[in-house]
């Protein structure tokens, strides 16, 4: 995924700012996700650290950044991954509530934003596993 500029095309990663910028959208993101009923209690309660680094890690490798995430996890697999997991439009919209909140925080309207936002959606749809018709939700 790049960013087009009058120069060149430059990843997401490169104009959002690098790592430091996916370490912020991530505690931003996770800051909401603490204290949401829905969500919270999908993830582990050793381990919010971890699974905040993880997801660091893969933002930042998805937008073009270092492929630590693959060093470490290997292939992300995220549907895999998400499967015991029960997820549904509910759990799809607290998500992305959370999400949109941290880019909108985080980013200026813009390429980086629109391009977060235009990945987030349809991701977060596609982490269903519930059976049941799949809708996306506005935005």
Do not use: K
Not at 4 to 32: C, D, H, K, N, W
Not at 52 to 63: I, M, S, V
Not at 121 to 132: K, T, Y
Request: contains cysteine; proline residues 9%; charged residues 25%.
């Amino acid at each position: 995924m790049s960013c087009v500029s009058a120069e060149q095309e430059i990843t997401v990663y490169e104009a959002a700012g690098g790592m430091p910028f996916f370490e912020r959208l991530v505690a931003a993101f996770y800051e909401g996700l603490r204290y949401d009923p829905v969500l919270r209690p999908l993830y582990p309660d050793d381990d919010m650290d971890g699974a905040q680094h993880r997801l660091t890690l893969f933002l930042a490798q998805y937008w073009g950044g270092p492929t630590t995430y693959m060093e470490e996890r290997g292939h992300p697999m995220l549907r895999a991954r998400h499967m015991p997991f029960e997820i549904g439009p509910r759990e799809r919209d607290h998500w992305l509530l959370h999400m949109a909140a941290a880019v909108e925080r985080e980013t200026e309207p813009g390429p980086v934003r629109d391009a977060l936002m235009d990945y987030f959606v349809p991701a977060a749809e596609h982490l269903r596993n519930d059976g049941l018709q799949r809708t996306v939700p506005p935005t």
